[in-house]
């Protein structure tokens, strides 16, 4: 590639040497007949600078920065002939250095290959020596396995001498064990069957005993099952008179209660409440509409100390608010209620999805689910059928 470039450079400058004395001057000017022919010969002599690659670009800035080098005078021909040459010998230089580091590569490939050829002949000794030594090392091995079986068979006859011994001795040994075995069952035989017949008196002694026992145990509980009779005769004559006296104080009450309410002109209501209950001022306001007199009985966090206030007191109704958090307390005071005045007729509202069990304490349950219109209605209702006026 170098060489056709000098080449072509070579050709350009002599064709450049041939116009040179054609070329116009600063007194007559360029010359404009042969004008074109020597730009054509310009532009092939920048193309040839140019394919120097980058060390061309500063010729060709040479070339371009002539003021007159767009025209055919003698100095611009001059002056691209002078820029030729001196990139010829840029070339020529280029060319040596290539050739400079042509010969060092391949003096260096050459001291390469002689430092690796001299590599593997050190390698190639050197595997000899590891071979060498691994035979020596095998031969080593050999003869220590050849002496380790013999120390093996030595010592294998050994054991099976001791082997030998050891169970002829254990033989005579076991003979040994056997006989005093069999002395000793022997023994044991004839002791057991001593064992056997004191075993035997002993238990026709306990079961004569335990007859004894059970004749006295049944007499013993014939004894306690006429006590018991006559305690239980007596335990049920003390209940009948108990629920006598219950029921005499049952009515006793009624009529006093009644007694009472015919006094006092108007019957009474006990309203129990949670003092925050969300129904409480609803039910009030139903009291209030109504005009019916009421006992307002609240409680705070479950404490029922106002109830001791009613002593003495009569009514007809009892009406519980329970509520979801205290209403076994609120149950509590239900019970207290019903046990102090029998007659008194409880009335619980409580939301549909509180769970209250099978039974109240002391109290028949009927349960309905209605609402607070309902409620008010039926209350109105219960309440004109026991000789209240109520107004609409």
């Known amino acids: 590639m170098n060489a056709h ?150 010592e294998a006859r050994e054991r099976e001498r001791l082997e030998a011994e050891t169970r002829e001795r254990e033989r005579l040994e076991a003979e040994t064990r056997e006989r005093e075995r069999l002395e000793a069952e022997a023994q044991e035989a004839a002791r057991r069957a001593e064992e056997e017949r004191q075993t035997a008196r002993e238990a026709e002694m306990a079961r004569a005993a335990r007859e004894t026992e059970e004749r006295e145990a049944e007499a013993r509980e014939e004894a306690r099952k006429q006590i018991e009779a006559l305690e239980d005769a007596r335990m049920q004559e003390a209940l009948a008179q108990t629920r006598r ?20 002109g108007r019957p009474k209501i006990f309203l129990c409440s949670l003092t925050n209950h969300v129904m409480l001022k609803q039910l009030q306001k139903f009291f209030t509409d109504h005009s019916l007199e009421y006992t307002l009985i609240t409680h705070t966090d479950g404490d029922w100390s106002s109830l001791d206030s009613l002593a003495g007191g009569v009514a007809h109704f009892a009406v519980f608010l329970l509520s979801d958090r205290y209403h076994g307390q609120e149950l509590m005071a239900l019970g207290y209620i019903a046990g102090k005045y029998p007659s008194v007729n409880l009335c619980c509202i409580h939301a549909h999805t509180l769970a209250l069990g099978d039974l109240l304490p002391g109290v028949s349950k009927k349960v309905f689910t209605v609402s607070f219109d309902e409620v008010k209605t039926g209350l109105v209702n219960e309440l004109k059928a026991t000789g209240w006026t109520v107004a609409n």
């Open 5 to 154: 470039i000098i080449s072509r450079l070579e050709d350009l400058i002599r064709k450049g040497t041939e116009l040179m004395p054609e070329g116009g001057s600063e007194f007559s000017g360029y010359n404009a007949k042969k004008q074109s022919r020597y730009l054509l010969w310009r532009k092939n002599c920048l193309d040839a600078i140019g394919a120097i690659g980058d060390e061309g670009a500063v010729f060709s800035a040479k070339v371009t920065d002539d003021e007159n080098g767009m025209y055919f005078y003698h100095s611009s021909v001059q002056r691209i002939v002078t820029v030729l040459e001196e990139a010829k010998v840029c070339v020529h230089s280029a060319i040596e250095a290539a050739e400079l580091r042509a010969r060092e590569e391949e003096k260096a490939r050459e001291e390469q290959a002689q430092r690796e050829a001299e590599a593997r002949e050190r390698e190639r000794i050197e595997a000899e020596a590891r071979e060498a030594a691994r035979l020596e090392a095998e031969q080593d091995r050999l003869k220590a396995e050849a002496l380790e079986r013999e120390r093996l068979e030595a």
């Open 245 to 264: 006296e219950k029921e005499l104080a049952v009515v006793r009450a009624r009529e006093e209660a009644e007694t009472a309410a015919k006094i006092d």
